[in-house]
């Protein structure tokens, strides 16, 4: 028999977020990356973390984890074979706590 997941209707089911303001990040050269951190109130390590940025990334990975309480790190990587020079972005984090899943 398959398990049931809840998230929203657990009494302490809600969803985190942050966002930070990128003004001039630095040009990316292949195979480096540009980590940004955004505060998350309530965020906690083993969270479930969703990373975006409000910009083309231009073929670059955008990857996201809880590194500390209260912070998160989204992380900007480039394999593209040459350097990358974004503009000016918003870097944005949802955050599932694990704790709101549970069994029914």
């Given at each position: 028999m398959a398990k049931n997941y809840?998230?929203?209707?657990?009494p302490e089911g809600k969803l985190l977020q942050?966002?930070?303001?990128?003004?001039d990040p630095?040009?990316?050269a292949n195979d480096d990356v540009i980590d940004v951190s955004i505060t998350v109130a309530g965020a906690a390590l083993g969270d479930f973390v969703l990373g975006s940025i409000s910009i083309d990334p231009e073929d670059?990975?955008?990857?996201?984890?809880?590194?500390?309480?209260d912070t998160v790190t989204l992380?900007?990587?480039n394999s593209?074979?040459?350097?990358?020079?974004l503009g000016?972005?918003?870097?944005?984090?949802?955050?599932?706590?694990?704790?709101?899943?549970y069994e029914a």
């Open positions: 809840w998230f929203a209707k657990h942050g966002s930070v303001a990128v003004s630095a040009s990316l670059l990975s955008v990857s996201a984890s809880v590194t500390a309480a992380t900007l990587s593209t074979g040459g350097a990358v020079d000016a972005f918003t870097a944005h984090a949802l955050v599932v706590p694990n704790k709101t899943y």
